[in-house]
């Protein structure tokens, strides 16, 4: 099995970062962006590339927020 690509992993923990900052689960950002939980938690591993719609939830969130 060869190694995710670096940036994969980056971003993969960057999203992590942000869910657990703000005390979200994984089936949040999962609902929102029309991905299954372990889709998400296989990107916040790098395991798979995230997508900009795994990440719209982020941006919601933000907005709600008033950030």
């Known amino acids: 099995m060869s190694q995710s ?3 994969w992993r ?3 923990n960057q999203m992590k970062r942000w869910r ?3 005390n979200i689960s ?3 950002p ?3 962006s029309n991905y299954s939980p372990d889709t998400i938690k296989a990107m916040e591993q790098g395991a798979r590339m995230p997508t900009p719609e795994s ?3 982020q ?3 933000a907005a709600r ?3």
Do not use: I, L, N, Y
Request: hydrophobic share 35%.
């Open 5 to 7: 690509p670096v940036m």
């Open 10 to 12: 980056f971003s993969g």
């Open 20 to 22: 657990t900052k703000a």
């Open 26 to 28: 994984r089936e949040q």
């Open 30 to 32: 999962a609902a929102a």
């Open 55 to 57: 990440s719209t939830w």
């Open 59 to 61: 941006t919601s969130c």
């Open 65 to 67: 927020r008033g950030r």
